[in-house]
């Protein structure tokens, strides 16, 4: 078994008074807020080499350790499930997913996710990034397709990780939308958080909502839907479906944010969204890469029904 890694930081006067698992968050870039929550309930960081909660108020000097355990078995079973692979690597893969995939294993969808094709794929994908999440650096919703990106390596994963993080990464979707837009192009900035009521959803008036940014250019209008690209700047959890609906404007079929629409107007089965194209550095070369999926069948055919 891989040895225990440490981790050391000192609070410094720029970082003082905030909480613990904020500042692990803005000191590294290897985990996420929530696993930090996780590994600070788990016992392996220490503020002065006692234990101390997520919500602990830091101050000047104080010196913060955090074990890191090493990868575990995943638990997460490995099953037989076709994967479209548009790119793949000893670092890396890209694959192009389904509209209906969960990508990973959480309450309700235990198998069939992507992580459990990749388990099979990848024989030794097993650990990286967490028991349920293993290689996984970012997410697409369950119903919308397109590209996930995939690291093979501890390496890989942090640095794919930090370049989500911090914004490096180029990402472009499609998407049918709700009524004619009436400008051909422009910027949706609203702060993103967590529904006051129906904690499943996003919203875009939370009063701690955190800030995000999404460009959008129309590219086709139709007489109860419009064809449009969006180019996010920011990665927060539902951030089109959410920006979309704040300007009147959700995703066409996306029953959550408001995107049905009624008779005699044609249904569309799932959430209209689709992950086109991703532009990154190589985690290990540095090299651009870029890597694209074409427009789902089911959001192209409902397209072609209505030019014709």
Known sequence: MLPMRRLEFFVDSDTKALRLDV??????????????????????????????????????????????????????????IPLNIIYEDEAMLAVDKSAGMVVHPAPGHGSGTLVNALLNHCSDLSGIGGVERPGIVHRL???????????KNETA????????????????????????MKKKS???????????????????????????????????????????????????????????????????GDALYGGKVAPPHRKMPRQALHAHRLETAHPITGNPMIFESPLAPDIVEYLETHRQ
């Open 23 to 80: 500042f692990l968050a803005k000191r590294q870039d290897e985990f996420s807020r929530s696993r930090l929550k996780k590994l600070i309930e788990q016992g392996y960081v220490s503020v002065n080499n006692a234990s101390a909660r997520a919500n602990c108020k830091l101050k000047e000097g104080d010196r913060i350790t955090l074990d890191v355990p090493p990868p575990s078995a995943a638990k997460v079973l490995a099953e037989a």
């Open 141 to 151: 919703d369950k119903d919308t397709s397109g590209i996930v990106l995939v690291a």
């Open 186 to 252: 422009g910027t949706i900035e609203a702060p993103i958080g967590r529904h006051k009521i129906n904690r499943k959803k996003m919203s875009a008036d939370a009063d701690r909502g955190r800030q995000a940014q999404t460009l959008y250019e129309v590219l086709e209008t139709f007489g109860h839907f419009s064809y449009v690209r969006l180019f996010p700047k920011t990665g927060r959890t539902h951030q089109i479906r959410v920006h979309l609906a704040s300007i009147h404007h959700p995703v066409l």
């Open 157 to 180: 994963h942090r640095v794919l990780a930090r370049q989500f993080k911090n914004r490096q990464v180029e990402k472009v979707y499609l998407a049918l939308v709700r009524g004619t």
